[in-house]
């Protein structure tokens, strides 16, 4: 019995980097890499084409089943976070981690009190998934304590692995489930 992921990890990833751009390999390929000593079945597992965007789509429709703070955690954990602008091209943030980071503020700020201000509640969650950002100099930025700030990441953090955590629990209990359901 062969599994299509070797982990949820795995899944997710390949679920929010999934491309409409793959194909499954021609005949002629196929032929060719026979020729070459490659067997013309490949090794792959198959999720190309319509088959690897309808797998895609279910491992996405179970994530959108999650309640909303795990869902976006999901999301903002492992979708593709930078993107080209459509209008000019500059590179920016993706408008799905655009979005999960924005709710996650939202709902952090029922949780965390004390934090009034909305950029800085964003800055210390995108550095929870993006270890590059740097919740001090925006903190130089805004005129804010560093303690105040370390005092508010601390809690902020704090949430953050717990409802992540869980994301990640409830979602790996429905890919097993799925993932078991199909092979």
Aim: proline share 1%; hydrophobic share 40%.
């Amino acid at each position: 019995m062969t599994t299509l992921f070797n982990n949820t990890h795995d899944a997710l990833t390949f679920a929010f980097n999934y491309s409409s751009q793959q194909y499954a390999i021609s005949p002629m390929a196929k032929l060719a890499l026979q020729g070459a000593g490659a067997g013309a079945n490949g090794n792959g597992k198959g999720l190309v084409a319509l088959d690897g965007a309808a797998q895609a789509g279910m491992i996405l429709a179970e994530i959108e089943r999650l309640p909303s703070v795990q869902r976006a955690c999901i999301t903002a954990r492992y979708v593709i976070k930078t993107a080209e602008c459509k209008c000019c091209g500059s590179e920016g943030l993706s408008e799905d981690y655009r979005n999960a980071i924005g709710n996650l503020r939202e709902l952090c700020s029922s949780q965390v009190t004390g934090m009034s201000l909305r950029i800085m509640r964003e800055t210390i969650i995108r550095a929870f998934y993006e270890r590059r950002i740097s919740i001090l100099k925006k903190a130089e930025e805004l005129r804010i304590a560093k303690s105040t700030v370390y005092d508010q990441k601390r809690l902020i953090w704090g949430w953050l692995s717990k409802v992540d955590a869980e994301a990640q629990n409830l979602i790996a209990d429905k890919l097993q489930g799925m993932v078991e359901s199909l092979v």
